[in-house]
């Protein structure tokens, strides 16, 4: 379950929310399963709640719409596609899945297939191209990444993510 990731590799007090939820739907990170056991764990009392907690069956081809009407009732307002708030839930996510590659034994090699397989689940964000190098075919060699550019890299987004002073 991705939202336990999420949990396990965010700052302390970074909970997550709605904003994450949505975008980790939108890049098919979390499933409606797991967001309605959230949504039902966190006992939001909100018809909107209500209903995206009880979808089954046939219903769930309603869920999105859902998602986006029960975060819209419960924060006033649902994150939107190139957004601040979609832009911030998004860059946690980068974070917990770096971290979580990181926290793994992989080589060089390894981690670029890891860091592009990211690149390519949480929308390709430009300025994670500079994390792994991927030969041109006529080399024949693999990709590869270097650890200490990824953990400056998490470094970075950690600064922009934490709160103001």
Known sequence: MLIALLERQSEPGQAVGWDELIVGHDFALVGPSDIQAWVRAGAFAGPACRRLADLEGADLERFEAALWEAATEATGKAPRPGGNRWARAQDRWRVALLRDALASPLTPDALAIAV?????????????????????????KAGHADQLTVEAFIRRLDASLAPAA
């Open 116 to 140: 592009e397989r990211i690149y390519d689940q949480v929308g390709c964000p430009e300025d994670m191209l500079s994390l792994w190098h991927r030969p041109s075919p006529w080399e024949h």
